[in-house]
């Protein structure tokens, strides 16, 4: 197949998701092209044939921003026009959905081979963006005009229906999130200090500086049974200063670490007891899958599709959303005893591998091109 995808350039989340799908897809032997205004960093570190197109436009003093959405259109229409593509994959509903169908409507009015506009949800582009009045109405147009939706969780799914009207012929298929189960492996011995992390993009969604609370209350009750604890921050975004400050004021030194933009996941993930999300949205919890992946318990908050990653008491703890002194009771039992965190950490292991296997998952996204090529659902 013939296939273009469409994402943000993203250190997480959907960026990720669709960089992985697309070396996927182009390892299974399809002609796979992504394009972003930027280089998806997750795509940038990997060798895998993805022909990648950066369109970024050029500024112009009318315009009060560089439009480089219409950049990416063009330039899809343009691949389009000279290779033809079967199917255009959005991930994000705003802009990407909508670039594709115009791109699907050009593609029509200038009498060019007919592609099939796929729009996967994320999260956020339903429950926050997609809830805001000024972009409602355009995420309904691109929920209902596509010829496939999907939504990377059941409860992101039963949101998405329960807000807009008007959906594609087949409805929305749940297509989960997926890790690559040779990449995210436990390896290294656990850290020698009992180690929870977190990576996020520390937007306010994720609440670092909340979780930085919860690490503060749990560390007097380990260092009262003397264990000695830290956390460890992984990524960067607009709370990272709230986070920090938090930490100071809690006395911290010593026992937190703020490491920042990091590639080296895995080697951050696998040592620790806990993987730490203390978000109060979480469609999936990408990053959550991948410490699983890495044989590493799941300390998080019970919202969206998180239940559904995450077995509560079998491969984490989950504690309700506004309960600091509950998750903090959770990271203590998880980091006090190494025997429970191993034990939970090999369940996530086991439940990443019989979910969320990356080549179940890209066989599920193949199935879904080739039915849609084949005349499946159309309207
Ligand atoms: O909201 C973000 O953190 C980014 C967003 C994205 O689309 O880049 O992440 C969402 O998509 C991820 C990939 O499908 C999910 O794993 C995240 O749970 C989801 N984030 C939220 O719902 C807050």
């Not at 020698?192 to 306010?204: E, I």
């Amino acid at each position: 197949m013939r296939i273009g995808i469409l994402c943000h350039p993203t250190y997480g989340g959907s960026g990720v998701v669709a960089s992985e799908l697309a070396l996927s897809l182009a390892e299974n032997g399809h002609r796979v092209h992504l394009f972003s205004h930027d280089m998806p960093p997750r795509l940038a570190r990997a060798p895998g044939p993805v022909e990648v197109h950066v369109a970024q436009g050029s500024p112009y003093p009318l315009f009060h921003s560089t439009p480089h959405d219409l950049a990416i259109m063009s330039r899809v229409l343009d691949l389009h026009r000279s290779e033809g593509l079967d199917v255009l994959h959005a991930h994000y509903a705003l802009p990407h959905a909508v670039s594709a169908l115009q791109v699907r409507s050009a593609a029509e009015q200038a009498g060019l081979e007919p592609l099939k506009v796929v729009t996967t949800l994320h999260g956020t582009d339903i429950t926050l963006v997609g809830n805001d009045p000024s972009y409602a109405p355009l995420t309904r147009y691109a929920i209902a005009a596509s010829d496939a939706v999907t939504a990377v969780s059941e409860d992101l799914k039963r949101r998405t229906t329960d807000n807009f009207d008007g959906l594609p012929p087949c409805g929305i298929e749940v297509i989960p999130n997926f890790v690559d189960l040779d990449e995210f492996c436990p390896g290294a011995p656990p850290a020698q200090r009992s180690t929870a992390v977190h990576v996020s993009n520390f937007r306010k969604v994720k609440r670092v500086p909340w979780l930085v609370e919860a690490f503060a209350m749990a560390l007097q009750q380990l260092t009262a049974s003397g264990v000695d604890a830290e956390l460890v921050l992984v990524g960067d975004g607009p709370q990272l200063g709230e986070a920090r400050r938090v930490a100071q004021l809690r006395n911290l030194e010593g026992h937190i670490k703020f490491l920042g933009l990091r590639d080296a996941l895995p080697d951050l993930l696998s040592p620790a007891d806990a993987f730490c999300v203390a978000s109060t949205e979480e469609s999936f919890g990408l990053s959550a899958l991948e410490a699983m992946a890495c044989g590493t318990a799941v300390v998080g908050t019970r919202v969206g599709g998180l239940p559904e990653v995450v077995e509560d008491g079998v491969s984490g703890l989950l504690s309700p959303v506004e309960d600091l002194e509950g998750f903090a009771n959770h990271l203590v039992s998880v980091m006090e005893d190494r025997e429970r965190s191993a034990a939970m950490g090999a369940a996530a292991r086991e439940r990443a591998m019989g979910l969320f296997d990356r080549r179940r998952v890209v066989g599920q996204y193949e199935g879904l091109y080739q039915r849609l090529i084949e005349g499946g659902c159309d309207r």
